[in-house]
């Protein structure tokens, strides 16, 4: 919002003459850059982060930061990192017209697998730019969502460089002799790899995939040639490929089996809602037994047993359930799903209603559990609560956990940070530190804890201590 104030009025007479001339520093920036690198998707009044989260930073700096990530980050910190990378705010102040620091956040959302917001914050930059249609392209690619991006393609040919994605662009929109002009050209010129060059063959001629020697899956695969070699009838499997390249398993188009994987490997690190993935576990009954039918099978029988409200069907099929999703490293999943309807019903006294309340002190649900948890599990209780204290407890984590909720104000490790207006780059560099932190980094989990609370962060540092505890059964 502008604020327009007040010009102040000198009374009349002679007018005050200048004794020199300043001449200021001025920043030149073309208008139509100068806000691509602020876009986002959480405002500042839904993340309850500033838009100056980035300013005081230099993007060199902040570059640097994104490419440490972590690809299988605490679910807490996965939370967070989401946050930052999907937040509103304005750029560092030494940002170019390039959109490098939004293409560094596109980037780390691809890695994580999250491909629709990355998606999401490239259409509100303005993809059909040059220094944002690779990005486009690719990710639409993934998502079989690529007709906008070709149709603009096909309008401004300058927009990419690769004469593989040109040629494909201009087939999908029917363009089949431009496109095979296209192609002869680049062929003659030497223009495209081996594998292109054969798959663009296949795709232009179909005739040609009778006749063809079956294409070796390349040693590095992009998204262009993903989508070739499913079009010329030979997919690539996606299981042993980057992260993102599993949400093409998850259309409707694909078997059962392969959604429910794909899935299970964006869920992990929270690149796909829980409630998806526990509609693909009850979409229908299991066709066989062993691995992915075997979780189906629990889960369905678990929130069969939850339906039914009947405590000892709950407390039977608990273990089950439980044991087959964190097989796969989806308990924050399990306890998002079913922590709060957990704490909602009884069970008979034993291992199922201790496993109860763990899962729901894993739940965004934490606070509600506190009071059951205050019996049996009292350092757990006053966490959940914020309030951890020392003399309960009993292990090394425990009491960096504790010594981390009595400090007053942030670790020492990120002051100066926070102290230079450089908020962003401090929260990133507590992350990485209780990320990187190790089963006996102790201090360093104290030091990323504490600076979480003082920034406003409670509900990360809480969520975070409480799954250090339970993730590895060392409460």
């Known amino acids: ?13 002679q007018p005050i003459m200048p004794e020199g001339v300043e001449t200021p520093d001025v920043s030149v920036m073309p208008l139509g850059d100068a806000r691509s690198d602020s876009v986002g998707l959480l405002p500042t009044d839904v993340s309850g982060l500033p838009v100056t989260l980035w300013q005081a930073s230099s993007e060199r700096a902040l570059l640097a930061q994104f490419d440490r990530l972590s690809p299988d980050p605490l679910p807490a910190i996965q939370a967070l990192y989401y946050t930052l990378l999907l937040a509103e705010a304005e750029p560092p102040a030494d940002a170019g017209p390039d959109a490098q620091f939004l293409k560094a956040r596109i980037d780390a959302l691809e890695r994580f697998g ?3 917001p990355a998606l999401a914050l490239i259409e509100r930059a303005g993809p059909a730019t040059p220094a944002l249609f690779e990005n486009w392209l690719d990710l639409s690619l993934l998502t079989g969502t ?24 201009l087939a999908r929109s029917g363009d089949w002799q431009t496109a095979a002009l296209l192609y002869e050209t680049a062929e003659g010129l030497d223009l495209l790899t081996g594998t292109e060059s054969d ?7 179909p005739e040609m995939i009778e006749t063809s020697v079956g294409l070796a899956p390349p040693a590095t695969v992009d998204p262009l040639l993903f989508r070739l070699y499913e079009a010329v009838g030979t997919p690539l499997p996606t299981q042993s490929l980057p992260r993102a390249y599993a949400s093409a398993d998850l259309r409707a188009s694909t078997g059962w ?28 009954s299991p066709a066989a037994s062993g691995g992915v039918w075997d979780r189906a099978a629990a889960i369905q029988r678990f929130d069969d047993a939850l339906f039914s ?59 509600l559990a506190a009071p059951k948890a205050a019996a049996t599990q009292p350092f757990l209780a006053g966490l959940a609560q914020g309030t951890p204290k020392a003399k309960l407890a009993s292990t090394d984590m425990q009491r960096a956990i504790a010594d981390a909720f009595a400090a007053t104000g942030p670790s020492p490790d990120h002051a100066g940070l926070l102290n230079t207006g450089k908020l962003g780059q401090a929260i990133l560099n507590a992350a990485l530190q209780l990320d990187t932190a190790g ?33 590895d059964g060392r409460s």
Do not use: M
């Open 199 to 205: 798959l663009l063959a296949q795709f232009l001629d």
């Open 257 to 284: 089996k392969a959604r429910i994987e794909a899935a299970e490997r964006l869920a992990d690190t929270g690149a796909l809602p829980a409630n998806k993935l526990l509609g693909l576990y009850t979409e229908r």
């Open 146 to 169: 690529e007709n906008a991006a070709c149709d603009a393609l096909a309008d401004r040919p300058a927009l990419s460089q690769r004469y593989a994605a040109r040629i494909f662009c």
């Open 114 to 116: 999250a491909i629709d």
């Open 1 to 13: 919002p502008l604020t327009v104030a007040t010009p102040p009025i000198d009374p009349l007479g």
């Open 309 to 367: 409200a009947r405590p000892e069907r709950i407390a039977a099929t608990l273990p089950a359930a439980w044991r087959a999703l964190r097989e796969q490293g989806l308990e924050i999943i399990f306890a998002a799903l079913f922590g709060k309807q957990l704490l909602e019903h009884t069970l008979p006294d034993g291992p199922s209603a201790d496993l109860a309340l763990r899962i729901a002190l894993l739940s965004p649900d934490y606070e």
């Open 439 to 471: 089963p006996r980094g102790y201090t360093q989990i104290t030091s990323a804890l504490s600076t979480l609370r003082a920034v406003g962060l409670e509900d990360t540092a809480r969520r975070a201590a409480l799954q250090l505890l339970l993730l």
